[in-house]
């Protein structure tokens, strides 16, 4: 049984940048959402895909759009970063209410 | 909209003794799922214990077990004989599925067991 994977770990990137996160999904899982969770808080949903459609979303921009491909790995992708998009971003792969969580990418801002 | 409220940020034992951890939270929904998820140094969101909230069974998982009050919406997590390793970031989290596909998690309490 495989779990999630994120990458890269960690990165920072300039305001007004774009990134691209990447997260595998755990084996027998066809559901990814993401988390972003800014120092000190809770993780916040951001979205969630099924089967390659988004089915759920957060209160987050437009800026903020992710894929879901084939094998049920996916891509965040944020547009025109802020600073205060920076945060530990966070995959979770799921099946019904069973989650595992990937290590996160942590993207720092400057 | 759910919410979920953790009041502790922050607590400590000792090594070998036993703790509680608070949460309540707020819905309308009536069947739903409860979490603890724990938060190493490492990041990884890891999962402590579940409860559905259709079971009255309290779940108990080795040294962790649950005290859920439905009708007071609280979910407290008690750690017995605390090891240095439970030391990091707990989760409440709140999940009911249907139109609501996400986990609604409170702000966490940092728990540091001393030796």
């Known amino acids: 049984e495989t779990g999630v994977t994120q990458s890269p770990t960690h990165l920072i990137k300039t305001r007004g940048q774009q990134v691209t996160l990447r997260c595998s999904s755990q084996?027998?899982?066809?559901?990814v959402s993401w988390y972003q969770q800014a120092l000190g808080q809770g993780p916040q949903f951001i979205f969630q895909?099924?089967?390659?459609?988004?089915?759920g979303r957060g209160n987050f921009p437009p800026r903020f759009s992710g894929l879901q491909f084939p094998n049920y790995s996916s891509e965040l992708n944020v547009n025109a970063l802020e600073l205060d998009d920076s945060a530990l971003y966070l995959c979770?792969?799921?099946f019904g209410y069973g989650y595992t969580f990937g290590s996160g990418t942590r993207l720092t801002v400057v | 909209a759910q919410t979920v409220t953790q009041s502790q940020p922050e607590m400590s034992v000792q090594e070998a003794e036993t703790v509680t951890l608070s949460c309540t939270y707020d819905?309308?929904?009536?069947?739903?799922?409860l979490f603890w998820y724990k938060q190493p140094p490492s990041r990884q969101m890891i999962l402590v214990i579940r409860?559905?909230?259709?079971?009255?069974q309290n779940a108990t998982e080795n040294r962790f077990s649950v005290n859920f009050q439905k009708a007071a919406k609280s979910f407290s997590l008690k750690i017995s004989d605390s090891q240095l390793g439970d030391t990091a970031m707990y989760f409440c989290?709140?999940?009911?599925?249907?139109?609501?596909?996400?986990?609604?998690f409170g702000k966490g309490t940092l728990l540091t067991v001393n030796p």
């Open positions: 979770a792969s799921s």
């Open positions: 084996s027998g899982h066809n559901t």
């Open positions: 895909y099924y089967r390659e459609e988004e089915n």
């Open positions: 819905t309308s929904e009536n069947n739903y799922y």
């Open positions: 409860q559905e909230a259709y079971k009255q």
């Open positions: 989290a709140f999940y009911s599925g249907g139109s609501n596909y996400k986990l609604t």
